[in-house]
C-alpha cells in the first residue's frame, strides 16, 4: 500500500513539473509565470540567523531563478544575491553571484562551447577565468542559496522517475554533477524520494513527502508539500523553514 501511494503522488509531482522548464505557448502570449516565490528563515540551533528571498519565474523561453540572502549570526554577517537561467531543456544558460559582506566578490558562470567557464571577481579584484570540463547539463548548487534545492527538487521529478510495467511511475535515487560557484568546485549530488512524512513545521503537524539529499558526504532532508514547493530543510545543525 506504501509503495503504491508513495508512487501514485510521485506521478502526479513528476508528471505536473514536466511543464515546469517547458516554453508554454499559452504563456507566451500572456505573459511570464511565476512558479513560486518567498522567503525561507535560516535557522542555527533553533535560533533565525538568516533569511533568503526568492522568485522562480518562467520567461519566453526559459526560466530565472533569483536570490536574496542576508544572515547575522553575531561573528558573521554575509549578504550576497544570486541569478540562475535555465534554457527549456534544463541546461544552464547563465549564473550570476553577488556578494557585498563580509568581503565584496562576484563571480559568473556561462556555456561556452557546451561547456562551462566561471569568471571570478575576488576580494582583492583581480579577475580570473575558472573552467570546468562540466557539461551544461551541470547543476548549480550554490552554497547558502536554499531554492536551489527546491529546483533540484523538480528537475529530480523531472527526470528520475519511470514508468515500469506492472508497477507504474518508479521512482530511485538519482545522480547529479553539481556546480558550486562559490567554492568554484564541481562535485556530485544523489536525490531520493524516501516517501509520506509527518513533521510539525511552526507548532503545526503536516503530511509532507520527504526527500533525501547526499551532496559530497553531506545530508539534507527535504520536506515538500503537494503543490511542489519545499516548506523544510534540515541538516544536523541547522533548519531552513518557508515564512
Given at each position: 500500500?506504501?509503495?503504491?501511494?508513495?508512487?501514485?503522488?510521485?506521478?502526479?509531482?513528476?508528471?505536473?513539473?514536466?511543464?515546469?522548464?517547458?516554453?508554454?505557448?499559452?504563456?507566451?502570449?500572456?505573459?511570464?509565470?511565476?512558479?513560486?516565490?518567498?522567503?525561507?528563515?535560516?535557522?542555527?540551533?533553533?535560533?533565525?540567523?538568516?533569511?533568503?528571498?526568492?522568485?522562480?519565474?518562467?520567461?519566453?523561453?526559459?526560466?530565472?531563478?533569483?536570490?536574496?540572502?542576508?544572515?547575522?549570526?553575531?561573528?558573521?554577517?554575509?549578504?550576497?544575491t544570486a541569478e540562475m537561467q535555465i534554457t527549456a531543456k534544463g541546461e544552464l544558460?547563465?549564473?550570476?553571484?553577488?556578494?557585498?559582506?563580509?568581503?565584496?566578490?562576484?563571480?559568473?558562470?556561462?556555456?561556452?562551447?557546451?561547456?562551462?567557464?566561471?569568471?571570478?571577481?575576488?576580494?582583492?579584484?583581480?579577475?580570473?577565468?575558472?573552467?570546468?570540463?562540466?557539461p551544461v547539463s551541470t547543476v548549480i548548487l550554490d552554497d547558502n542559496f536554499f531554492?536551489?534545492?527546491?529546483?533540484?527538487v523538480w528537475r529530480y521529478l523531472r527526470t528520475g522517475c519511470y514508468f515500469k510495467?506492472?508497477?507504474?511511475?518508479?521512482?530511485?535515487?538519482?545522480?547529479?554533477?553539481?556546480?558550486?560557484?562559490?567554492?568554484?568546485?564541481?562535485?556530485?549530488?544523489?536525490?531520493?524520494?524516501?516517501?509520506?512524512?509527518?513533521?510539525?513545521?511552526?507548532?503545526?503537524?503536516?503530511?509532507?513527502?520527504?526527500?533525501?539529499?547526499?551532496?559530497?558526504?553531506?545530508?539534507?532532508?527535504?520536506?515538500?508539500?503537494?503543490?511542489?514547493?519545499?516548506?523544510?530543510?534540515?541538516?544536523?545543525?541547522?533548519?531552513?523553514?518557508?515564512?
Amino acid at each position: 500500500m506504501m509503495k503504491s501511494r508513495t508512487a501514485a503522488i510521485c506521478a502526479v509531482m513528476a508528471l505536473t513539473t514536466l511543464s515546469l522548464f517547458a516554453a508554454d505557448q499559452k504563456e507566451k502570449k500572456t505573459g511570464n509565470k511565476v512558479w513560486d516565490s518567498g522567503s525561507f528563515g535560516i535557522y542555527m540551533n533553533g535560533k533565525r540567523i538568516g533569511t533568503e528571498k526568492f522568485q522562480i519565474e518562467q520567461k519566453s523561453d526559459f526560466s530565472v531563478a533569483t536570490s536574496e540572502i542576508k544572515v547575522e549570526d553575531g561573528s558573521t554577517k554575509a549578504d550576497q544575491t544570486a541569478e540562475m537561467q535555465i534554457t527549456a531543456k534544463g541546461e544552464l544558460r547563465s549564473y550570476v553571484w553577488h556578494a557585498t559582506s563580509p568581503l565584496k566578490e562576484e563571480s559568473s558562470v556561462e556555456a561556452k562551447d557546451q561547456l562551462l567557464v566561471e569568471h571570478v571577481v575576488p576580494a582583492d579584484q583581480k579577475k580570473m577565468d575558472v573552467p570546468h570540463i562540466l557539461p551544461v547539463s551541470t547543476v548549480i548548487l550554490d552554497d547558502n542559496f536554499f531554492s536551489q534545492r527546491e529546483l533540484l527538487v523538480w528537475r529530480y521529478l523531472r527526470t528520475g522517475c519511470y514508468f515500469k510495467q506492472n508497477e507504474g511511475l518508479v521512482c530511485g535515487p538519482s545522480h547529479f554533477g553539481i556546480l558550486v560557484p562559490h567554492q568554484h568546485t564541481a562535485g556530485e549530488a544523489v536525490m531520493d524520494l524516501i516517501g509520506r512524512d509527518k513533521v510539525t513545521i511552526k507548532g503545526q503537524e503536516q503530511e509532507l513527502n520527504k526527500f533525501k539529499l547526499d551532496t559530497d558526504g553531506a545530508t539534507l532532508w527535504l520536506w515538500v508539500n503537494d503543490d511542489y514547493k519545499v516548506m523544510k530543510m534540515s541538516a544536523s545543525n541547522f533548519e531552513v523553514i518557508r515564512d
